[in-house]
């Protein structure tokens, strides 16, 4: 039950500061191009934050979509309806809509739908406009596509890279092509920009968004290796008990695997390929990445897209990087052999240490205090003097809750942090 002043409170805040919005992601967040400051929004399927509060989804008891407000520190149930105690199927925070995100005093989501169109199988994401009592809703736009990507709002217009999924007997078999879809938020027309006509396995990933360039991350399969061609059945798990037959198979995998990275521009379509590795973190005007010592060790390094310059940030492996205002918070990886292709990758490390790296000075700090095993705090905004974390526990199935903490414990003492329940 939600108590009437905290909720009357909270909705004002939904109404009122939605026109603020800087939405933050693991990846990215408010960059700028030379000519003007882009307004950059991450809008996850699971998350946003602006400046007064987060909209998440709650999951520990069951699933339920949420509104952490910042100044009180209070969390309720994203729901408008008096007296709703929440266990009514078409309650609002139950729906837990994928995609939420507002505009001014609008609230859109997306939903997908499996459909039939001159008989055949497809995918079609609908983009919904509502109030935030969602008693008024309508669909502003309908994509030919899937949604399974991060999307980027950029000023007034939605971009989403998703693919038009290929159907076999009911069962998606691959993609019959890429596309960059562009939504006019003032007007809801939409722009299609194929990115890759040709029907194949592969996958096209938004990293970020530097000056006017979406940053994407391509990986294809020449041609589909067929496990059972190598004396395999049943699922992976299975697979791994037939080492012999499995490495075989795994060989014959990463031959045939590619991946590339790509800057899109975002006014013509043109591609232009990047001679860098997978980013670890794309961040204002700068790609962040392991490089490859001349010995064969490892280096996080910046590149500034704009001054062509890199920049070492610390000696070593990286496997996390989450960007915070103007702090990079990273955690050490380690050079190991992945115990599913066979290839060199950075890891996760056992007692990783944690660093902070201050964007304005240059000052690299580390984090004295550590979460125990399974159990991740994954920051999302600075509030004063607290940070904003989603947190989530395998120990005792906390798939994903809210908390807060004071910046100074988070370097020092990280077991004083403070889970909050939607009320």
Not at 46 to 69: A, P, R, T
Not at 265 to 289: A, H, I, K, W
Not at 338 to 365: H, P, V
Not at 383 to 396: E, P, T
Request: net charge negative; charged share 25%.
């Amino acid at each position: 039950m939600i108590k009437f002043k905290l909720y009357k409170k909270i909705s004002i805040h939904i109404l009122t500061a939605c026109c603020l919005l800087l939405f933050l992601s693991a990846c990215t967040r408010n960059n700028t191009d030379n000519a003007e400051r882009n307004v950059v929004r991450v809008i996850h399927s699971n998350s946003f934050s602006d400046d007064n509060g987060l909209v998440y989804d709650d999951f520990k008891v069951g699933l339920f979509k949420c509104y952490f407000d910042f100044e009180t520190m209070k969390n309720i149930y994203f729901c408008t309806k008096p007296n709703c105690d929440h266990t009514a199927l078409d309650c609002n925070s139950r729906l837990c809509h994928p995609y939420t995100f507002f505009i001014g005093n609008d609230q859109y989501y997306i939903e997908k739908k499996y459909e039939m169109h001159d008989s055949t199988e497809t995918f079609i994401s609908y983009l919904f406009k509502s109030d935030v009592s969602n008693t008024e809703t309508k669909i502003v736009a309908a994509l030919d596509c899937d949604m399974i990507n991060d999307i980027y709002l950029i000023n007034n217009t939605l971009y989403i890279v998703a693919p038009k999924p290929k159907f076999v007997d009911g069962i998606s078999t691959s993609a019959e092509r890429w596309d960059l879809y562009q939504i006019d938020m003032t007007n809801y027309k939409v722009k299609r920009i194929t990115l890759n006509s040709n029907e194949g396995i592969d996958g096209y990933i938004p990293s970020g968004v530097i000056g006017n360039n979406l940053i994407i991350y391509h990986r294809y399969y020449d041609k589909i290796i067929n496990p059972e061609d190598y004396g395999l059945k049943g699922n992976l798990e299975d697979y791994l008990k037939d080492e012999k037959n499995y490495k075989r198979y795994m060989a014959a995998v990463m031959d045939v695997f590619h991946k590339e990275m790509f800057s899109l521009n975002l006014d013509t379509g043109e591609q232009t390929s990047l001679d860098l590795p997978t980013p670890l973190l794309v961040y204002r005007d700068c790609y962040y990445y392991n490089r490859k010592r001349a010995d064969g060790s490892y280096e996080m390094v910046s590149y500034n897209f704009n001054s062509k310059e890199e920049k070492i940030i610390y000696e070593g492996p990286v496997k996390t990087c989450n960007a915070i205002g103007d702090n990079i918070f990273f955690t050490e990886g380690i050079e190991k052999i992945s115990d599913t292709t066979f290839e060199l990758i950075i890891g996760f490390k056992e007692d990783a240490r944690e660093f902070c790296y201050n964007l304005l000075t240059g000052e690299l700090k580390e984090v004295n205090s550590r979460l125990p095993n399974k159990v991740e705090m994954k920051l999302v905004k600075e509030y004063g003097d607290y940070y904003i974390f989603l947190y989530s526990d395998r120990n005792s199935n906390v798939g994903q809750r809210v908390g807060y903490i004071l910046k100074d414990d988070y370097f020092n003492d990280k077991s004083k942090f403070t889970l909050v329940a939607p009320e």
